[in-house]
């Protein structure tokens, strides 16, 4: 289309590009309007410790336990959830079904882990998230890292049906804990997600980490 606009009159052209300007700005308004802003309480945040990066709070989870990485790409943080913290088992979860994220990367982490997959501390299970989480036992994970689409839809979905998945003590974490990319003009809504349900579900934030990109990271349990 944008090809062709230059064929319109100067007048005819701003117009056009003022009518598409409002209705994206009205498209954008409808969505923010369907994400909850819940304000979170002191309780929330009174046991929250800022780090710089995620591989130091990676550091500060439990080693050798039940894990889960939710939405693993190309398998770069998995590994590194190995290397520094020496899981039991480590469960991949992804679906690794779009054009992005498609059957060539599930190939690729098949081989990365093929060693680990033998010997039964990798396990791959290739499903949505939200369908995956049915698969698991109450009470089974030490922690989890939820690394998906970063919408505050699918991430309260997550947030709500992997809770029951986890320890008493057990600890949620999660990617993109900011108000989304501005190169790729998306809205997260990992934020919103993440304060709706420590306030309905009574956990708290413990960590929050601090690099200098859109991708910041979060940690929440419940509260003791």
Known sequence: MAKLTHLLPKGTRK?????????SQKDRERKEARIA??????KHMANCELLLNRSIML?????GGSVAEIGVDRGEFSE???????????HLVDTWGTDR???GLFESVTKRFENYIDNGRV?????MSTEAAADFAENYFD??????????????????????????????????????????????GVIEAVHEFCVEHDWELVFLTLEPIEGQSFAIRRIR
């Not at 117009?15 to 209705?23: G, N, T």
């Not at 550091?59 to 080693?63: D, E, R």
């Not at 396990?123 to 499903?127: E, V």
């Not at 993109?176 to 809205?187: E, F, L, V």
């Open 15 to 23: 117009k056009l590009k003022a009518y598409l300007r409002d209705d």
């Open 59 to 63: 550091s500060k989870l439990k080693k």
């Open 143 to 188: 922690w989890i890292y939820i690394d998906t689409d970063h919408s505050y839809k699918t991430t309260r979905e997550e947030l709500r049906k992997y809770a029951p998945k986890m320890k008493a003590d057990g600890i949620i974490a999660g990617h993109d804990y900011s108000m989304g990319n501005w190169t790729g003009a998306y809205r997260y």
């Open 123 to 127: 396990k791959i299970d290739r499903k």
């Open 37 to 42: 802003k819940v304000p979170l309480a002191d």
């Open 80 to 90: 590194q959830i190995i290397d520094m913290t020496e899981p039991a088992v480590l």
């Open 101 to 103: 994220y498609h059957s």
